[in-house]
């Protein structure tokens, strides 16, 4: 199983982007799939998360502006950030619990991470 992840560069504050994660494999489900990021010095936080079923939750600093829409046809989620600020300049991963075919547990992935930069 493999998560590649895409859609990170460089954007004015204000500006809009689109992450996408895509996982792909001998995939049976998807139990939750999220966002991460993890800016320079710091350490990775949780940036949203949505379950197989749809239910969402944000982090309180992007909450309003970012949303994580989901393909389940697609094995993909995305992550559509509006209103960017140069607070929002991060390493961003994807994150998602997988069980692949013929297999009974959940295991938890990670994508390679893409930057998204924010500056004038």
């Known amino acids: 199983v493999q998560l590649q992840a895409s859609g990170g560069g460089l954007v004015q504050p204000g500006g809009s982007l689109r992450l996408s994660c895509a996982a792909s494999g001998s995939i049976f489900s998807i139990n939750y799939m999220a966002w991460y990021r993890q800016a320079p010095g710091k350490q990775r936080d949780l940036v949203a998360v949505i379950t197989s079923g749809g239910s969402t939750n944000y982090a309180g600093s992007v909450k309003g502006r970012f949303t994580i829409p989901r393909d389940n046809a697609k094995n993909t989620v995305y992550l559509q950030m509006n209103s960017l600020k140069p607070e929002d300049t991060a390493v961003y991963y994807c994150?998602?619990?997988?069980?692949?075919?013929?297999?009974?547990?959940?295991?938890?992935?990670w994508g390679q991470g893409t930057l998204v930069t924010v500056s004038s």
């Open positions: 994150n998602a619990n997988i069980r692949r075919s013929g297999e009974s547990v959940y295991y938890t992935y």
